[in-house]
């Protein structure tokens, strides 16, 4: 009998340390690591319209037209240049962007400044024949020398935090 009750009790423990480790399993649940999922949104402009021809003899002129004719109505945190590559041709686009975080873990880019001329097509005489790192290496020296014109520092284009191309990220800071 006293055999018995020996297994009997063996059995209950076994039993209570079964159930104990699966309680400390579901503890451990408890603390596992969320799938945190970060989304953002942001405007695209677009390529041109098809069929666009700009009326600009080079990058500076277009640059200069837009600091003079026209102005963002709300404060622009960063200028971003693109660059469309079409078949025999390269395209620029200036837009003015706000980033605002709309949750911890989303935050959407919105294109707030677009300029009447915000294309803007590279002079054929000046960029044909480039390689595309050519290209780059032309529009990024161009930009940095306008930066540093007496034109940009009295423009609007220096109130913002930066100025950001596609191809090179940031090129101007305050």
């Known amino acids: 009998?006293?055999?018995?009750?020996?297994?009997?009790?063996?059995?209950?423990?076994?039993?209570?340390?079964?159930?104990?480790?699966?309680?400390?399993?579901?503890?451990?649940?408890?603390?596992?690591?969320?799938?945190?999922?970060?989304?953002?949104?942001?405007?695209?402009?677009?390529?041109?319209?098809?069929?666009?021809?700009?009326?600009?003899?080079?990058?500076?002129?277009?640059?200069?037209?837009?600091?003079?004719?026209?102005?963002?109505?709300?404060?622009?945190?960063?200028?971003?240049?693109?660059?469309?590559?079409?078949?025999?041709?390269?395209?620029l686009c200036f837009t003015g962007i706000n980033t605002y975080e709309v949750s911890q873990y989303h935050t959407t880019t919105r294109i707030e400044f677009a300029p009447k001329d915000m294309y803007f097509t590279l002079p054929a005489s000046e960029y044909s024949g480039l390689k595309r790192e050519q290209v780059l290496k032309s529009l990024t020296s161009h930009l940095k020398e306008f930066i540093t014109s007496d034109k940009f520092r009295r423009s609007f284009l220096k109130d913002a935090k930066s100025i950001t191309t596609d191809w090179n990220g940031e090129i101007w800071t305050k």
Request: charged share 30%; net charge negative; proline share 5%.
């Open 1 to 91: 009998m006293r055999v018995l009750y020996f297994i009997i009790i063996l059995l209950i423990e076994q039993f209570l340390i079964a159930c104990n480790h699966e309680k400390e399993m579901k503890d451990k649940d408890q603390y596992k690591v969320e799938h945190v999922v970060f989304t953002s949104e942001e405007d695209d402009p677009g390529p041109p319209p098809h069929g666009f021809t700009s009326h600009y003899k080079n990058l500076k002129d277009w640059l200069i037209s837009i600091c003079e004719n026209e102005k963002p109505q709300k404060r622009i945190t960063t200028y971003h240049i693109s660059l469309f590559e079409g078949q025999d041709d390269y395209t």
